[in-house]
């Protein structure tokens, strides 16, 4: 049961490197988001998608691109690191029937993020 | 702007002690809340989902309330144990599941 997979879950990157991140899920979710989670200020929403090939912006998209080529997967790039990037990083996902009926979101375990 | 409160930020209660903790929502237009734990160096798992058509959910020894309308959760957890120790973290859902999440509460249940 692989559930929510990211990889990958440890990454150092310097200033100005860029690199993608990669979420996978099993459960045939239409939705699918990315959190980072800093201390201090809890869970953010970076980005999200309603379904393959749509994106939407959530609280803090800047900095950050992401694509949902395929229903299963879902990335997140940073063209430039900053060191105002390092964080902890989350993907999740969720089947919904509506916008009102939500389903809980199932939660990769994170991939720890630190620019130098 | 949507803006969720948890209080206390920690707790540290002895085994067998129940407990309530706290989450508040400026914004009572919501269509569901949502209960999470996280454990250190993981994600979050979903513990309760109330719909805004509910009052209360339960599973388990965890039970959860919603009172819409002041804009206050709760989660009560009875006959704590040591594994109860982690993050609870309460989440509103702003519409298409896009949740506001509270800093959460740090649970440390000593044996």
């Known amino acids: 049961n692989a559930g929510v997979t990211q990889t990958p879950k440890f990454r150092v990157l310097k200033t100005g490197q860029s690199m993608t991140l990669l979420c996978a899920q099993d459960?045939?979710?239409?939705?699918m988001y990315w959190y980072r989670q800093d201390p201090g200020m809890g869970l953010r929403l970076i980005h999200y998608s309603v379904g393959e090939g749509t994106t939407a912006k959530g609280e803090v998209p800047d900095g950050y691109n992401v694509s949902r080529l395929k229903k299963q997967n879902f990335l997140l790039g940073l063209e430039s690191a900053a060191p105002s990037q390092t964080s902890v990083y989350f993907c999740?996902?969720?089947?919904?029937?509506?916008?009102?009926?939500?389903?809980?979101?199932?939660f990769g375990d994170g991939t720890r993020l630190s620019i130098l | 702007k949507q803006e969720v409160t948890q209080i206390p930020a920690a707790l540290s209660v002895p085994e067998g002690e129940n407990l309530v903790l706290n989450c508040s929502f400026t914004?009572?237009?919501?269509?569901?809340l949502q209960w999470f734990r996280q454990d250190p160096g993981k994600g979050l798992t979903s513990l309760l989902l109330?719909?805004?058509?509910?009052r209360e959910q339960t599973s388990g020894r965890l039970n959860a309330s919603l009172d819409k309308s002041s804009g206050r959760s709760t989660l009560y957890i009875a006959a704590s144990q040591p594994g109860d120790s982690a993050t609870y973290l309460c989440?509103?859902?702003?519409?298409?599941?896009?949740?506001?999440f509270g800093k959460g509460t740090m649970l440390l249940v000593s044996p």
């Open positions: 459960m045939n979710h239409e939705y």
């Open positions: 109330i719909q805004s058509s509910q």
């Open positions: 989440a509103v859902n702003r519409g298409y599941s896009t949740l506001t």
């Open positions: 914004d009572s237009a919501i269509y569901n």
């Open positions: 999740a996902s969720s089947y919904q029937a509506n916008r009102e009926q939500q389903r809980p979101q199932h």
